[in-house]
């Protein structure tokens, strides 16, 4: 599988993907999951509109085109950090620092002038791109323009060129959607696929798939779903070596010519639910003070300390939650509600 990634520049952990359509069109994400980031290298320049049981969203590009899937880069990044600091117990903010070479090795890039003058063209596409969506809403259209992010300060250095540091300030459909947790983690390998497409074709897979066995389209409807502008011909041709090399992350993709049907099958390469809630488990438990355990003593008398505190951290950390920001005072209040239902063994 490798021989057909990127070469990893930069170990680096898994990462966290927002998809701004979650938040504009959440009650039917499930059916639409439209595009919007283009395909392309070159300037795209034409606004698209979508177009769904009579909800719409439009798609208004600046002078210098739709922000492209390696700009989705940027927010990718941003939500990172956020969902981080949210796990050690810090609220989401709009603004979020970037170090641009903590970016440029995150995303597998290079760090060279060219790299950073790149980020700049990223910046201006992202900020100046536009989405017009109506929402219908007991029987009133409520029409509504929004962006990804609200702006952007950059501070370079004179003398070399180099960006110094870059601050985004992230819209409020963004902020949402991370503070409602509503994000996917993304392979490691993901800013290892060189094309396109095939960055394109893993998150379809992994947002339709998810830890499921499978899921299959018709090659039409992902033709759909792709967002590209080639003819259905391209298209075919341009997943064939996709499908013949079985090198993306997270699932096998197959082909069936008879009936047309893409199928993509789980590897099972992701951390399990199971997984994910014993980790935070233990993350939540090292919250917990020395000293707290002889206070619930006395707010739940004759109960086993050790395992109160491991009731919680379970109940927490399946409540797919960050870490909280005052374990103790939760698990004080734990303890209260335990003693109530249960009383004094």
């Not at 002038?113 to 969506?133: P, V």
């Not at 390998?189 to 897979?205: G, K, N, T, V």
């Not at 090198?247 to 008879?258: C, N, S, V």
Request: net charge neutral.
């Amino acid at each position: 599988m490798s021989e057909h990634l990127k070469p990893m520049k930069h170990p680096q952990g898994d990462l966290f993907v927002c998809d701004i359509t979650d938040v504009i069109l959440k009650d039917d994400m499930a059916s639409m999951e439209h595009p919007f980031y283009s395909l392309s290298k070159k300037p795209d320049r034409e606004p698209r509109r979508y177009d769904y049981k009579g909800q719409w969203i439009e798609f208004r590009p600046s002078i210098k085109g739709m922000p492209t899937i390696y700009d989705k880069d940027l927010i990718i990044y941003a939500i990172s950090q956020l969902i981080a600091g949210m796990k050690e117990g810090r609220a989401a903010s709009k603004r979020v620092q970037i170090d641009p070479y903590a970016f440029l090795v995150f995303t597998q890039r290079g760090v060279g002038g060219r790299d950073y003058d790149a980020l700049c063209d990223s910046l201006d596409r992202i900020d100046g791109t536009r989405f017009r969506t109506n929402i219908l809403f007991d029987g009133t259209r409520t029409d509504e323009w929004m962006g990804i992010i609200d702006g952007a300060k950059m501070q370079t250095d004179e003398r070399t060129g180099k960006i110094k540091s870059l601050e985004l300030k992230l819209s409020d459909m963004v902020i949402s959607s991370v503070e409602e947790m509503n994000v996917l983690t993304l392979h490691k390998d993901y800013f290892r696929l060189s094309r396109p497409i095939e960055r394109r074709i893993y998150e379809i897979a992994r947002k339709a798939v998810g830890q499921d066995e499978s899921w299959a389209f018709r090659m039409t409807t992902l033709h759909g779903k792709s967002g590209s502008k080639g003819s259905l011909r391209e298209f075919r041709r341009q997943m064939k070596p996709i499908i013949e090399g079985d090198y993306l992350p997270d699932y096998r993709i197959t082909y069936d010519e008879d009936s047309d049907v893409v199928t993509f099958r789980n590897r099972n390469t992701m951390p399990t639910d199971k997984e994910r809630v014993q980790t935070d488990k233990d993350a939540v438990l090292q919250l917990l003070s020395a000293d707290i355990r002889d206070e619930v003593r006395h707010i739940a008398p004759g109960w086993d300390t050790h395992m109160l505190a491991d009731r919680f951290s379970v109940w927490w950390a399946n409540t797919g939650k960050p870490l909280p920001r005052n374990a103790d005072a939760l698990f004080v209040k734990f303890c209260r509600t335990w003693q109530e239902k249960n009383g004094t063994p």
